[in-house]
């Protein structure tokens, strides 16, 4: 079945896209559901491999969204909480299909991985009593930490570029640091993204500096309220582990702005250090799991859920931690003219990015102290970022070669 729309005269009898003004083409339903359905079964590598193969596919081969208005909606959806490169396939199919094609694109990447996240974390379960893979995890650990690590230093010097945005990246990682949470660290950032930042081609002088310090203190005081709200424990009546996985991951899909990196420091700040519910070594656990598992990071969520509440906890987080996006997809794609003509949408996007990584970089320093416990899991750490920096392995493939030194460190004794 060809990809492109009918011409000549059966054109009128053919697909119609919902925003025409930014769709060369337009798909008709079975070829834009088999599209995300390829994609979320064999798209390996992240979110940014993601959007190279969508940008490959549904921009050059298939013309179903120009590329100018790809490239902008990829810059929006950092204003977004949620996965980046998922809501990137709803807005695709909100481009050719309006709501329905929104709901559609995106149900189509997310459950393949989803379901081939959730057989992967039984297997795990079902084998981790081995010695051999208590071995293997050993030299995962490290590995695992490097794969991030090596996330956020291709993200920091994107997101803190100048002098003003490496002073934000600074105190957000210090916030975190002394245990600030996280909505309330990206919330600040935002705002002083906003205030701090310049909104044109020209630079904010350094003079007014202290004056939009002053100034950004302001927006945030008077939304401390509603954030303390939003970061409050979870309702825990009727008790339960579904109840607590619903509220927890629903929280986490509200709130989690940047890359699917960021959720590491959310499940590791809240269901690791605050409720107790996994040790830093499950965490790990699931983070290997979600980088074996194509489609969005997040899936990471449906491997947790499974390890804390089995097929309905995996059931019940997957749900939670993807909802959110859909609606907040469908607002943007009716507001995307407006927020591509904005300065100010700019700045707050600018100061956001920044504070997200200094976030990450706080639980990467707090999941180190626990992870490099001796000589072997520190060499295991740089050689990984080493190698994902100074070749081009992908981080896929660093999974099993630290198994496989786990697995040689417990056979020679070390």
């Known amino acids: ?31 834009l559901v088999g599209m995300f359905l390829r994609l979320g079964v064999a798209a390996f590598g992240g979110p ?31 204003l977004l909480p949620g996965p980046n490169s998922t809501q990137m396939t709803m807005h695709v199919g909100y481009v050719q299909k309006g709501d329905r094609g929104l709901w559609a694109a995106g149900l189509a990447f997310i459950v393949p991985a989803a379901a081939i996240t959730l057989v992967l974390s039984w297997a795990w379960v079902a084998f981790r009593t081995l010695p051999a893979v208590d071995a293997a995890f050993r030299g995962l650990q490290p590995t695992v930490l490097a ?42 950032g935002a705002a002083a993204g906003a205030v701090l930042l310049p909104r044109g081609d020209e630079p904010a002088p350094l003079d007014r500096w202290v004056r939009r310090g002053a100034a950004a203190v302001v927006p945030p005081l008077a939304a401390v309220p509603l954030l303390l709200a939003g970061a409050a424990p979870a309702p825990v009546a009727p008790p339960g582990m579904l109840t607590r996985l619903w509220w927890e991951f629903l929280r986490f899909g509200a709130t989690l702005f940047g890359s699917g990196y960021l959720l590491v420091a959310y499940l ?6 605050d409720l107790g519910l996994l040790t830093t070594a499950r965490l790990l656990e699931a983070i290997v799991i979600g980088e074996l598992t194509p489609g969005p990071l997040f899936t990471t969520s449906t491997a947790v859920g499974y390890l804390l509440g089995g097929v309905a906890g995996a059931l019940v987080a997957t749900v939670a931690i993807f909802l959110p996006s859909f609606p907040l997809a469908m607002l943007l794609g009716r507001i995307m003219p407006r927020v591509k003509r ?73």
């Open 147 to 188: 794969i991030v690590v090596t996330a956020m230093l291709g993200l920091a010097p994107r997101a803190a570029d100048e002098l003003r945005t490496r002073l934000l990246l600074v105190g957000a990682l210090g916030l975190a640091l002394v245990g600030v949470g996280e909505v309330l660290v990206l919330a600040l």
């Open 1 to 31: 079945m060809s990809d492109a729309a009918p011409t000549g005269p059966d054109a009128a009898a053919g697909p119609l896209a919902h925003q025409p003004e930014y769709a060369p083409v337009a798909a008709t339903w079975p070829q």
């Open 48 to 78: 940014v491999a993601h959007v190279a193969m969508m940008d490959r596919e549904v921009v050059e081969r298939r013309r179903w969204v120009d590329r100018q208005h790809f490239l902008d909606l990829l810059a929006a959806t950092n």
């Open 268 to 273: 590791q700040s809240r269901l690791v250090e």
């Open 342 to 414: 904005s300065a100010a949408a700019r700045a707050v996007v600018r100061g956001l990015g920044a504070a997200v990584v200094g976030v990450m970089l706080a639980v990467a320093l707090r999941i180190g102290l626990r992870v490099v416990v001796d000589v072997p899991s520190a060499a295991l750490l740089v050689a990984g970022v080493a190698a994902l920096r100074l070749t081009r392995l992908p981080p896929l493939a660093l999974v099993p070669l630290g198994a496989a030194v786990g697995l040689v460190l417990d056979a020679v004794g070390v």
